[in-house]
């Protein structure tokens, strides 16, 4: 066993790397959940960014071309959400797991010629004398730039839902649509844009999976991201800045099992595997334990009745 | 006067199988206080979400200061200076005041400067609120505070009203009518709807009755009597309740020393509560919503287990027992909210029949459902109450508020119970209707049954209880006779005021 094998830097740079696609996935969905839906098919959105991502970028032979690609085929697949659950009056719940199964069929099946191919990179970004800095300069200034947008996201609409009406009113149509609807508010057409806001994000997490992280593309490989940012989504008692940190544990935790399991740790892998699941949801359930405030029309289908 | 503020001409909506309205007309005058009367589906509602711009109507017009006025929602119905307090109050929990009063404006200023500004309306009608505390923490008078504010910040010139004194003490009411007083000499006209006819008569100028859609007619409130009014809108005589004198008996249901925290996450937490019914006596708990009657039937029940001493039935200790245990021993509860709690909305009045009355009715038989007694035990309950539906076979949810409440009152009092606990009896239910309800109440004490109400309703209680006590924070006060109780100490026992000011005119 050889612990001296792990280097710290490399080791919180590459939990950031680890922790993005959950981090995008969970930030969008808090988006969705804010607005009172409750939308389970992230993964199935996730998977499909991911194809359409790969499949763009392999085509264009660009990444940036790859990511829009990732964010269009997310929204367009929780487009069909938004029919089914705010115009059909469907069953959220119901109506997120079919997305989930289809959107894993779907990109099965555009991604069978793609399998084996590597897709092009994107560049990380150099801030020159910044990023040859010690310590600072690998974990702040050495990643690829959607990792700064994740983070540039979850600040906004931290800004969003804490200072403006649009935030206030997204807050209002979740908490109560049938008051939000009485004042006068478009419950319906704010929780579509919610919707397609989160499926753009998980879309972009499921690429960055796709496109940075591993790269390349094998069927059903978010492995489940999208169920671990639903559970962090509740477990962050629906707060921004939680959801970043719960989502950092939890690649910080896959990092370091994976860095244990390369050192020959006497732990069976099995009990490192599973680490990051239990660890994040023991914190975020201690953290969460104060008065934890779901949106109070969550998950409940709105009919105007008039 | 010579100009109407408001014209109404021939107002008419109807949904499918029903004319919620045909053919309305009248005239609301500048700084007037005109209420609209009508019982339970007599097409108030519908009227005033067409003004405000909810409903669009079928036909016939509305007249603004001498313009056509046709909202197409109800943000154009605000910038035309019409405001609305609702009877279902139209706020968000999880959201302090400032935040639900912006929600309600069209160009909010800045929260800072907005939080100001409500302290300053506030202060001057004599409504003090803090604008940044969470509503659901609030009290349903401060609540109301807030609907009135976030009207009066746009400087309404009609302010509508749904049932607004329905959930206020008496001190909170005369607070709140010298607050419309105050508005309505400024100029600002108010469209009152109340079921309450001893306050129409007290603040209105003028009333339209409505009955099944279509206005029977109007009235000067304060030359009217009650009586007169009441009769208006059933359209026939009324039937007061009778309470013939009847003898108590042995103590039925003995709390004492009961605390218990609430399950709810805005719940009121009950604190060290005593109370004894006899048999025969019917016992009423009044107070303010929220303040622990939810929990209190919940206690009673059985969904809230208790230390088992802190509850006894006959003297025998219930407190762990689940509701069926307690059910069979006697003690039977019917809670406020219809659809959900005492009645399981999409199952037929056959299924819900069953539901409480499975044990008392043996209408279960190791383990099987006897239908056909089931079946039978719901036409009972139809009959006797008079509930108006089709047949046992339908939903709870096709009933209409009274007739559910006839069914969900009428099934625990044909069970024959002990101990009958009953939660806001009346709530939202008319006149007819209550009475008959009340009149069930009166006959079960007559047979010997001990009975507790719980109801925001005090005529109620003065009419039909024997004793009073008020639930204030969680807190039981000491049971008084009902009999030479007047409104003002009533209102004591009933916590005050809560830190109301009257405004200062």
């Known amino acids: ?306 | 006067m010579s100009q109407p503020l408001l014209s109404l001409k021939g107002l008419t909506k109807a949904y499918p199988g029903v004319i919620a309205n045909n053919d309305i007309s009248f005239d609301i005058g500048a700084g007037e206080v005109h209420a609209l009367l009508g019982e339970n589906g007599a097409g108030k509602s519908t009227l005033v979400k067409m003004i405000y711009g909810l409903v669009k109507p079928d036909s016939g017009t509305m007249t603004l200061r001498g313009d056509a006025y046709a909202p197409a929602e109800p943000r154009a119905a605000r910038a035309d200076g019409i405001a609305m307090v609702f009877q279902h109050f139209s706020l968000f929990d999880a959201l302090n005041v400032a935040e639900n009063i912006a929600l309600g404006m069209e160009n909010p200023p800045p929260m800072r400067d907005l939080a100001s500004r409500i302290r300053e309306v506030s202060e001057t009608y004599g409504l003090p609120l803090d604008p940044f505390r969470t509503v659901g923490d609030l009290s349903a008078g401060e609540r109301q505070r807030v609907e009135i504010i976030r009207c009066l910040l746009q400087d309404p010139k009609l302010l509508i009203m749904d049932e607004p004194t329905s959930v206020l003490t008496p001190q909170e009411v005369e607070i709140l009518f010298k607050t419309l007083e105050k508005l309505r000499a400024e100029g600002t006209s108010i469209l009152y709807i109340s079921h309450k006819l001893e306050e129409i008569r007290r603040l209105c100028d003028t009333a339209t009755i409505l009955r099944l859609g279509q206005v029977v007619g109007g009235c000067i409130p304060r030359e009217t009597t009650a009586r007169d009014m009441a009769e208006m809108m059933v359209g026939s005589a009324l039937k007061t309740p009778e309470r013939s004198g009847r003898a108590l008996g042995e103590v039925a249901l003995d709390i004492s020393g009961l605390s218990v925290a609430s399950p709810a996450e805005f719940g009121t937490a009950l604190k060290n509560l005593h109370l004894t019914v006899r048999q025969g006596e019917i016992l009423g708990i009044g107070g303010v919503a929220g303040n622990g009657q939810e929990e209190l039937l919940g206690v009673l029940s059985g969904e809230i287990p208790t230390e088992a001493e802190a509850v006894k039935l006959a003297g025998q200790p219930v407190g762990r027992m689940g509701p069926t245990e307690r059910r069979t021993l006697g003690l039977l509860t019917a809670p406020e909210e219809r659809l959900g709690h005492a009645a399981a909305p999409d199952m037929s009045l056959t299924e819900n029949a069953l539901l409480t009355g499975a044990v008392r009715e043996k209408l279960e038989h190791r383990g099987f459902l006897r239908w056909g007694a089931a079946r039978a035990f719901a036409e009972k309950i139809i009959a006797e109450f008079d509930v108006r539906t089709p047949g046992p076979e339908n939903a709870a949810r096709s009933l209409s508020g009274g007739n559910l409440q006839k069914f969900v009152i009428g099934r625990e009092v044909l069970q024959d119970p002990d101990v009958l606990v009953v939660n806001q009896p009346t709530w939202g239910v008319d006149a007819a209707a209550a009475a008959a309800i009340r009149q069930a109440l009166l006959d079960l004490a007559a047979n010997g049954a001990a009975v507790i109400c719980i109801s925001q309703d005090l005529d109620e209680l003065m009419e039909i209880a024997d004793r009073f006590a008020a639930l204030n924070e969680g807190r039981l006060s000491e049971p008084r006779p009902t009999e030479g109780l007047s409104v003002d100490e009533i209102g004591l026992m009933m916590g005050g005021a809560h830190g109301m000011e009257v405004a200062n005119v």
Not at chain 1, 37 to 62: C, D, P, Q, R, Y
Not at chain 1, 142 to 160: K, N, Q, S, T
Not at chain 1, 254 to 283: H, R
């Open chain 1, 1 to 306: 066993m050889d612990l001296s094998g792990i280097n710290p830097v490399l080791l919180i740079a590459s939990l950031m790397v680890a922790a993005t696609p959950l981090l995008l996935a969970a930030i969008g969905e808090l988006v969705v959940e804010k607005a009172g839906v409750l939308n389970l098919g992230v993964e199935g959105m996730m998977i499909t960014g991911a194809i359409s991502g790969f499949a763009v970028a392999v085509e264009t032979g660009s990444p940036w071309l790859g990511f829009l690609a990732a964010a269009a085929g997310g929204a367009l697949l929780s487009a069909l959400f938004a029919l089914l659950t705010q115009v059909a009056l469907a069953n959220h719940v119901a109506s997120g797991l079919a997305l989930t199964l289809f959107g894993l069929g779907l990109s099965a099946l555009i991604g069978q010629s793609y399998g084996g191919q590597k897709p092009p990179a994107m560049a990380k970004i150099d801030l020159g004398p910044l990023t040859d800095l010690p310590v600072v300069g690998p974990i702040l200034f050495g990643h690829d730039p959607i990792l700064y947008l994740g983070i540039a996201i979850v600040a906004a609409v931290w800004a969003l839902l804490k200072f403006t009406r649009l935030g206030l009113i997204l807050r209002a149509v979740g908490e109560n649509h049938e008051a939000a609807h009485a004042l006068g508010y478009k419950v319906v057409r704010i929780r579509v844009l919610a919707i397609l806001f989160g499926g753009a994000c998980a879309g972009l997490g499921g690429a960055y999976i796709s496109l940075i992280r591993v790269p390349q593309w094998t069927d059903g490989m978010t492995a489940g991201v999208g169920w671990i940012a639903l559970a962090l989504v509740v477990f962050a008692s629906w707060k921004p800045w939680r959801v970043l940190a719960g989502a950092y544990l939890f690649g910080g935790v896959t990092v370091l099992q994976l860095n244990l399991q390369a050192a020959g740790i006497a732990i069976p892998v099995e009990y490192l595997s599973m680490s990051p699941y239990v660890i994040t949801v023991i914190v975020l359930v201690i953290l969460s334990r104060d008065k934890s405030s779901a949106p109070g029309s969550l998950g409940r289908i709105f009919h105007a009745s008039s």
